[in-house]
């Protein structure tokens, strides 16, 4: 249950992120944007891996550490 809600929320959040950098012209979350969109991949690869979806988890993960290691 946990992990649904959390994926609606980090969702959410970087919505309103991407949204602010493309209405008002600024980049500066961007940063931010990346943490967030990077843990909601973290997310959805535990929740493949609790429905027995091993290999769409490893990917999604192995997506989150490429893409937290390029943001930072």
């Known amino acids: 249950m946990w992990l649904k809600i959390s994926k609606y929320v980090l969702a959410v959040i970087v919505i309103i992120y991407g949204l602010y950098g493309l209405i008002n012209m600024d980049f ?3 940063t931010q944007m990346d943490i967030f969109l990077g ?3 973290l997310v959805i690869g535990v929740e493949e891996f609790s429905k027995e979806r091993k290999m ?3 990917l999604f993960i192995i997506v989150f550490l490429a893409f ?3 943001s930072i």
């Open 28 to 30: 500066k979350f961007n």
């Open 39 to 41: 843990l909601l991949l």
């Open 56 to 58: 769409t988890g490893w």
């Open 68 to 70: 937290v290691s390029l």
